[in-house]
């Protein structure tokens, strides 16, 4: 497992630096563990202080959750390079960062755009991503644990290409592509899946699905879901070290 260091690209690709981290959570040391978890991934969820946990909650209210007819349609590609995308990509920035996320696709920000934003750890900058497409990926798959930041309480066992090789443009409309691997990949590919109305759901075998949707439904049926289901029921805890022998993304139903 290639661990967090979720490579290089190769190309240079535009980012909002000038967006503030003023995060002081940390990733944590939980470094022996592939950190596979996506954008539910919670950076020291035992350490949150009141504000940031408050914060994130404020986020997440934010955020379209399970049942939000936007996170299954496909999102349409942006044709506008202006500065209402870039204003959009910030607040998309600072959205997955309020929320203790890893990655955030548009639709889950109420915006059915091809447009995705991502920042695997604190030391790299965000990325965004705009009308991305998957050109290439390896053969070599692995499997890690993801959460998504619209499925309180389900954490699943994703199995993935491991590279990937991916064409966009930037916020100005430049084109890049861009190779990532481990981490990194992971979480363009679930972000890429956003935009295609496809959820963690669908990736997985069905049993897990079920257990998944029963954890789904508990979370959201609890007052103030999401801010410390995520945080605190690692749901459907599947056990799978066993290879998977599927991958076919089911359209799930609810
Ligand atoms: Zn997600």
């Known amino acids: 497992m290639s661990g967090r260091a979720g490579v290089e690209s190769t190309t240079v690709s535009r980012t909002l630096a000038d967006v503030p981290t003023d995060r002081t959570t940390s990733l944590g040391e939980a470094c022996e563990r592939p950190p596979g978890r996506l954008e539910g991934e919670l950076r020291e969820p035992q350490q949150l202080d009141p504000e940031t946990a408050a914060r994130r909650r404020r986020a997440l209210a934010r955020i379209r959750q399970y049942g939000d007819p936007i996170l299954r349609s496909r999102a349409t590609p942006v044709a506008r390079f202006d500065n209402e995308l870039r204003r959009q990509a910030q607040e998309m920035i ?9 990655g955030l696709a548009a639709p889950q920000a109420g ?85 295609d109305g496809i959820l963690i759901l669908d990736r997985v075998p069905r049993d897990q699905r079920r257990a998944a949707l029963r954890a789904l439904r508990e979370a959201l049926e609890r007052p103030a879901a999401g801010a410390d289901v995520v945080l605190s029921s690692p749901a459907a805890a599947s056990d799978s070290s066993s290879p998977r022998d599927q991958s076919s993304p089911v359209t799930a139903s609810d």
């Open 111 to 195: 915006l059915s755009q091809r447009l995705l934003v991502y920042q695997i750890d604190e030391e790299s900058e965000a990325r965004v991503l705009v009308n991305p497409e998957l050109v290439w990926h390896s053969e070599e798959l692995e499997v890690a644990e993801e959460g998504c930041l619209s499925l309180p309480g389900v954490l699943l066992e994703v199995e993935r290409p491991l590279a990937i090789r991916v064409v966009a443009q930037q916020l100005d409309g430049a084109a890049i592509e861009l190779e990532a691997s481990g981490l990194e990949a992971r979480v363009i590919q679930h972000e890429l899946d956003h935009l």
């Open 94 to 102: 600072e959205l997955m960062r309020d929320a203790l996320g890893i």
